[in-house]
């Protein structure tokens, strides 16, 4: 039995087929890539599995629970938690009051809260030294972070990610995908990962999924995929 499971999923918007019969599997553990051109449905897939958007048709199973028709909130307190495209912060709130609304899901106590905000600071530095400051003015990497601070918050045993790298400098991509294996690693976070950075998505993860309009055309053990003719010719330059 798998952590997460997809069987058959179809997606539309209005007349708008975006996810065609999609069938794809997370592992407890686990980091998946999901990797794909502009327009193959990738966010689409993930905001189907996090509630935001609804099936037409196929089934999203998650510990053995059918959660396709969940509301969005329901599915974040049962463990599953999205950093979406673009962060989505809060900019006229405070660095600490965007992660405190991070676990608004969670029943925990005040100062419980403040001991998960400290062992957030202890893996984002540059988040404590800035937790008084607008999100708004914070540097595109440090929003990156604050998003997956405030996604962890509420203690997700799957964290989704849409695009982590987008509009950073190299580095700061470097930085973030070592903060996602880290937290992968050591913090038992099963990860989901949507990536533009087909060799970033490749070179973090067990195993990928290659998406073309709407549709899974491979799968596999990511390091194959990073040797795949198809796969280097259309999504690595090669
Ligand atoms: P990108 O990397 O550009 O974000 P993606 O792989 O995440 O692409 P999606 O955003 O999931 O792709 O889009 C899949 C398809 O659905 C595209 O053809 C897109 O135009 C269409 N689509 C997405 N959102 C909407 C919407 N709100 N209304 C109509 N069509 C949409």
């Not at 794809?24 to 890539?33: D, N, P, R, T, Y």
């Not at 996090?50 to 969940?70: C, F, L, N, P, V």
């Not at 912060?89 to 419980?112: A, C, P, R, W």
């Not at 290659?210 to 795949?228: C, R």
């Amino acid at each position: 039995m798998s952590l997460l499971e997809i069987k058959d999923l179809n997606v539309y918007y209005g007349n708008i087929h975006a996810i065609k019969d999609i069938s794809l599997i997370v592992e407890k553990g686990e980091i998946v890539s999901l990797i794909g051109a502009n327009g193959a449905g990738k966010t689409t897939t993930l905001q189907t599995i996090s509630g935001i958007i609804r099936a037409k048709s196929g089934q999203i199973i998650y510990h053995d629970k059918d959660i396709t028709k969940m509301k969005a909130h329901i599915i974040l307190k049962e463990g599953i938690a999205q950093v979406p495209e673009g962060r989505r912060i809060f900019s006229h709130l405070t660095v600490y009051d965007n992660l405190m609304l991070g676990s608004y899901s969670i029943k925990d106590s005040m100062e419980s809260k403040k001991r998960e905000i400290a062992q957030i600071y202890e893996r984002f530095p540059r988040l404590e030294e800035r937790q008084k400051q607008l999100a708004g003015t914070l540097s595109g990497g440090e929003q990156q972070m604050l998003a997956i601070g405030r996604a962890i918050m509420s203690r997700p045993e799957i964290l989704i990610l849409d695009e982590p790298s987008m509009g950073l400098a190299p580095l700061l991509v470097k930085e973030i995908f070592e903060i996602i294996k880290d937290l992968n690693k050591n913090n038992n976070t099963t990860i989901l990962l949507v990536e533009q950075n087909a060799k970033m998505a490749l070179s973090i993860a067990d195993r990928a999924y290659v998406l073309e309009t709407g549709k899974i055309i491979k799968e596999g053990n990511a390091k194959d995929l990073l040797n795949d003719d198809i796969v280097r010719k259309a999504y690595l330059g090669a």
